[in-house]
Every structure is written in C-alpha cells, then in structure tokens.
C-alpha cells in the first residue's frame, strides 16, 4: 500500500520555524508530483506548495518566500521548511502525491488537494 506519514509539526511562538517532513512507502517509484496542503480552523483545505519530478516548483501567492518545499529522492522523503510563523498559520498540514504522469501539466497549488494520496497531517500550532 502505498502511504504517506508526516512528521516535524508543533508548538512554536509567533516568528519561530518548522521543518515538516513526509516519509513515502509502498511506491514502486517516485510520484511525479507532491505538495504541502493545509487546513485551518474554519477554512477548507488550501494548497501550500508543490514540486514536480521535472524540478518545476510552485508556491501559495501568500507564502511571500516563508516557506520552501524540497525532496530527497534517495531517502523518498518531502520537506517543508517554515520560517517565520504566524498564528494565521496554524492548521494541519498533509502531504499529498500524484503518480499520474498529467499532474506536470496541472498549474497552480489548488491541484494539490486533489491528489489521489494524502498523508493523515500533522499539527502546526503557532501562539501569538
């Protein structure tokens, strides 16, 4: 089976880091396109970041440089690296992966929500 675990969320102050990481199993080989997905108390679920097996990244418009998304191929692991949190920031956070070869050709974060395997989250919780 193929799944997706997150690891690295807490409880930071307002201006502290995270960095979230994504451990894969069960793949035969590496999805063509992963990302980052939040959801934030009372809002639905929003795209975060993105990066395809091609190198293409993508961001949020309102990650404003904050956050950066990287893989490590060898070990199947996706990161997040957070700096300089906010409150409005708290939410889970989930993984997500797309092995169908279409995903390079789907722009913007939104899609990320629809990929077909996502991880259960993990918490960020960022105190003013």
């Not at 799944?3 to 979230?20: D, P, W």
């Not at 939040?38 to 904050?66: C, L």
């Not at 409005?88 to 939104?110: I, K, P």
Request: glycine share 14%.
């Amino acid at each position: 089976q193929v799944q997706l675990v997150e690891s690295g969320g807490g409880s930071v102050q307002s201006g502290g880091s995270l960095r979230l990481s994504c451990d894969l199993s069960g793949y035969t080989s590496t999805p063509y396109c992963m990302g980052w997905f939040r959801q934030r108390p009372g809002k639905g679920r929003e795209g975060v970041a993105k990066i395809h097996s091609t190198g293409t990244i993508q961001y949020a418009d309102w990650v404003m440089g904050q956050f950066t998304i990287s893989r490590d191929y060898t070990k199947n692991t996706l990161f997040l690296q957070m700096e300089n949190l906010k409150p409005e920031d708290t939410g889970m956070y989930h993984c997500a992966a797309d092995r169908r070869l279409n995903c390079h050709s789907r722009g913007g974060v939104a899609v990320i929500t629809t990929y077909p395997t996502w991880g259960p989250g993990t918490q960020v919780t960022v105190a003013s």
